[in-house]
């Protein structure tokens, strides 16, 4: 899977509604984050709880260039649950934490604005 940093990339093809709600996009709070030295890119790795039904999963995020692991502790953020778990070096990424590229290119997390209950649905 290909993810883009570029804010100046095309817009993808129009989509059907039903393809954005195969989409299954939670938010959840960070309750760890550490250094991931052994990815290729800089990385850290996530854990996120989602909730009773969703549970807590891992995530390798690259976003060490705007945050610090211990400033990240206790902040809701969206992810993607429903990809199949993808191998990132010695760890297996359960979900794909969203965000948007900065004026550099690198990740901005996407957050809810208030607190929300954890593993709600985006729509």
Do not use: C, W
């Not at 649950?81 to 590229?101: D, K, Y």
């Amino acid at each position: 899977m290909h993810v883009t940093h570029d804010a100046s990339a095309a817009a993808a093809p129009e989509i059907a509604f039903d393809q954005f709600l195969a989409v299954d996009i939670r938010v959840g709070t960070i309750v760890s984050a550490e250094p991931f030295p052994e990815a290729r890119k800089p990385a850290l790795k996530l854990t996120i709880d989602f909730g009773p039904v969703i549970g807590r999963k891992r995530s390798s995020a690259q976003i060490t260039e705007n945050y610090e692991p211990a400033a990240l502790i206790g902040r809701q953020v969206a992810a993607v649950v429903n990809f199949p778990p993808r191998q990132i070096g010695p760890m297996m990424s359960e979900v794909l934490t969203l965000g948007f590229p900065d004026e550099h290119g690198h990740v901005v997390l996407l957050e809810p604005s208030q607190a929300v209950p954890d593993g709600g649905r985006l729509f």
